[in-house]
């Protein structure tokens, strides 16, 4: 399509009747002592709830089926909200870097519209917003591409687009930290660790659905902002309770099925092959809202396959405790031919502590401290005891989206950092 049909169709986004969409405007009642960031928040998060209506709900208990608002029905409901509101917006049409540059040849349907919002300073990009996307990341499909941008709010008066550059995102934005506090009983050779996971920007998108239910979601909006409810007057009585039994088997079940996937993803973040269990899940935020970017959930669980006895003392396999890590074989590392693609710029962090046990001391802590940086990315790993505690906190990060294949080397240096400290040891020897 041409600059000038993307025009004329970016013009009329949005005068589209409320006949045209499938969705009703939220009426929202905004103070005027509110500021603009105040209003974004109460517009943005209104919409968010209505994401989550009736007729959506068993695809909110279901990972692989969480319908989003259609893309360009939920920029049109945005436009028409923020300029009733008076907020400065513009609307961004651009394409989603996995599959086309803007360059490229594409048809209308490949167009993504992303809505910026101006308000006290601060910018945001809104793009396929449902219940648990959060409107002040950058999608990492749209991060650092090139766009075409027409004013919404004031009434616009360009001829044309002016072309935009989405901003990019940083190794920090998107980011997991990790922190294990981890006590040792060697009468059973069990190690009881409490596990902390705290995920930022593009991170969450592996586990959120995972993660959080339909109730997480509501409660987290209690009390500014009531659930759904049914009105029996158009659904008719047995109608409504038939419902809320289907929506509460459906809960128990993503109960059930979220126990699995946490349990599944300790064995492979750590490689256990025994059974697991763990107990006192608390999930401390959903991570959907400007006030709070992360999604944070903590646990604890025990296992006997990270620590063994050798004669009088214990051999630790600390360095199994930052996670499993990537690894390459020779003919991987002399053989690359394809360039690098990541999906966006991201960083592991871990904190690990350890209780030494009392009558032992630890031996082999210089092991783990190592650094490896490049262009590309780097490791760098940090390790030190403090009274009867073993710290060791690590960082890996990749900053780069695409790089050639010529580059790779780069990749191994510090890819290969990381793994090399898996298989490092820490020895608590009995103290004569």
Not at 375 to 397: C, L, M, P, R
Request: aromatic content about 14%; hydrophobic content about 35%; glycine content about 4%.
């Amino acid at each position: 399509i041409s600059q000038e049909e993307l025009f004329e169709y970016g013009k009329n986004f949005p005068k589209w009747k409320k006949n045209q969409i499938p969705y009703s405007i939220p009426r929202i009642k905004l103070p005027t002592s509110a500021s603009d960031k105040e209003k974004v928040d109460q517009i943005l998060m209104e919409c968010k709830r209505r994401s989550v209506g009736m007729y959506y709900e068993d695809g909110f208990f279901n990972a692989n089926n969480r319908s989003s608002w259609n893309p360009d029905y939920m920029s049109m409901i945005l436009c028409k909200l923020l300029s009733k509101h008076k907020i400065k917006s513009s609307l961004i049409f651009t394409t989603n870097n996995y599959e086309f540059r803007l360059d490229d040849l594409f048809m209308k349907e490949d167009i993504n519209p992303v809505v910026k919002i101006e308000c006290d300073g601060d910018f945001f990009y809104v793009s396929d917003l449902e219940a648990l996307t959060n409107y002040t990341e950058i999608d990492p499909r749209y991060a650092g591409n090139k766009g075409y941008e027409l004013d919404i709010y004031p009434k616009p008066k360009q001829k044309g687009f002016r072309e935009v550059t989405i901003p990019k995102t940083t190794t920090d934005f998107n980011n997991v930290t990790t922190t294990l506090e981890v006590a040792l009983d060697l009468d059973s050779l069990k190690s009881t660790v409490d596990y902390h996971k705290k995920m930022l920007g593009a991170t969450k998108a592996m586990e959120i659905y995972e993660i959080v239910g339909k109730h997480d979601f509501f409660n987290a909006f209690a009390p500014n902002f009531p659930e759904i409810k049914f009105t029996q007057a158009v659904m008719g009585k047995s109608y409504v309770e038939k419902r809320k039994k289907q929506l509460s088997d459906l809960e128990k079940s993503f109960s059930e099925d979220r126990v699995e996937y946490i349990k599944n993803s300790l064995k492979e973040e750590y490689g256990i092959s025994n059974e697991i269990t763990f107990d006192n899940f608390k999930l401390n935020s959903i991570g959907f809202s400007s006030q709070d970017r992360a999604l944070d959930y903590a646990l604890s669980f025990s296992n006997d396959q990270f620590i063994r006895k050798v004669g009088p003392n214990y051999i630790l396999d600390a360095g199994k405790l930052i996670g499993s890590q990537v690894s390459f074989s020779e003919t991987e590392k002399t053989n690359r031919q394809y360039s690098v693609f990541n999906p966006f710029p991201r960083s592991y962090t871990n904190i690990i502590e350890i209780q030494i046990p009392k009558g032992y001391r630890v031996k082999g802590i210089e092991t783990f401290n190592a650094n490896e940086e490049s262009e590309v990315g780097g490791f760098a790993s940090a390790a030190k005891i403090e009274g009867d505690t073993v710290f060791i906190s690590t960082n890996k990060y990749y900053k780069q989206v695409y790089s050639p294949g010529t580059d790779f080397d780069q990749y191994v240096s510090f890819i290969d950092c990381a793994f090399n400290l898996t298989q490092k040891q820490l020895l608590f020897e009995k103290i004569e």
